[in-house]
């Protein structure tokens, strides 16, 4: 669980909405694509990103027989459980490497102008 500690302004309201946008599944790709001159809600748009995309393959995987159920139900509650601890992060105004979820969502970095 890396956080980035290094003194820096505190996010706008629109930067700050954004970023909480971004762990909301169907808006994940707006504070990518809207805010391009902050880091702050480009970072947690490209970890929602990725949240949004495991969501998609759990919807999938709860379609397998027997075991699908139960392995999709949990990862979903995984997601949704990860998406909550980036809206903290980003109430508390950090930019924040989810657990898993951050060097995946490193490589989106240049997918977004």
């Known amino acids: 669980m890396a956080s980035d500690d290094a003194p820096r302004?505190?996010?706008?309201?629109?930067e700050l909405f954004l970023a909480v946008l971004a762990y909301i599944p169907v808006f994940c790709l707006l504070p990518s694509l809207s805010r391009t001159d902050s880091e702050f809600a480009r970072s947690h748009g490209?970890?929602?990103t990725v949240?949004?995309?495991l969501e998609?393959?759990?919807?999938?995987?709860?379609f397998l027989p027997v075991?699908?159920?139960?392995a999709g139900s949990g990862l979903?509650?995984?997601c949704l459980i990860v998406s909550a601890l980036g809206v903290r992060q980003v109430i508390q105004g950090?930019?924040?490497k989810l657990p898993f979820i951050g060097p995946m969502a490193d490589r989106l970095h240049n997918l977004a102008p």
Request: hydrophobic share 50%.
């Open 9 to 14: 302004e505190r996010p706008d309201q629109e």
């Open 46 to 48: 490209r970890q929602g």
């Open 51 to 53: 949240i949004f995309l």
């Open 56 to 62: 998609i393959g759990a919807g999938m995987v709860s």
């Open 67 to 70: 075991i699908g159920f139960y």
């Open 76 to 78: 979903l509650a995984a």
């Open 94 to 96: 950090k930019i924040w």
